[in-house]
């Protein structure tokens, strides 16, 4: 994954709009355990945000990957074929290890016993930008989604699957919501 672009835009005290800052993205990793696989963090927004003539805070190098109630979270992710995972010299442990130091928040959410399989306090849009992937969901339910579909989760356990032989690039939208007892 190329480094990521990031325009923010906001209104300036003079009331008009202006740019804030046009930069690489500060979250991103490749990581070293999988190839192909990357994610990067690109925006972060806090409970009660409020809009004016402050320039917005960027506190993505300060918060975990899934937001609180009411944060939101920017995550732009590329999932290579699963058949990397599967190469016989795969180390999971490692892999975890990478994980756990990357992407904290996220990390914390999978679930060991069954690969892939995770649940977040959250409203997920999920969208393919490139390729093709499977939304996994705990029934065993499998959606084949491709280029430019859009899955709308509501805090569900699932796992994201990539059979075929080429990467698959998805932007998510994280909404932090707080669960029913």
Not at 3 to 9: D, F, L, P, S, T
Not at 28 to 55: C, K, Q, Y
Not at 138 to 157: F, I, P, S, Y
């Amino acid at each position: 994954m190329n480094k990521i672009r990031r325009v923010v835009a906001a209104t300036g005290a003079d009331g008009k709009a202006r740019v804030v800052s046009d930069e690489v993205a500060l979250r991103h990793v490749e990581f070293a355990t999988v190839p192909g696989f990357a994610a990067a963090l690109l925006w972060s927004t806090p409970a009660g945000a409020r809009l004016g003539h402050d320039a917005p805070s960027d506190a993505t190098g300060r918060v975990g990957f899934v937001p609180a109630p009411g944060e939101t979270r920017l995550l732009f992710v590329t999932f290579p074929p699963d058949s990397v995972m599967m190469r016989a010299d795969f180390d999971a442990a490692a892999f975890g290890a990478e994980f756990a130091r990357e992407v904290p928040g996220l990390a914390e959410t999978f679930e060991p016993a069954h690969p892939g399989m995770h649940t977040t306090d959250s409203v997920d849009y999920d969208v393919v930008l490139e390729g093709e992937i499977v939304l996994e969901l705990d029934d065993g339910a499998q959606v084949q989604l491709g280029k430019h579909d859009v899955a709308v989760q509501h805090g569900n356990r699932h796992a994201w699957r990539n059979p075929s032989d080429q990467p698959a690039k998805m932007l998510f939208v994280l909404m932090g919501a707080a669960r029913n007892g």
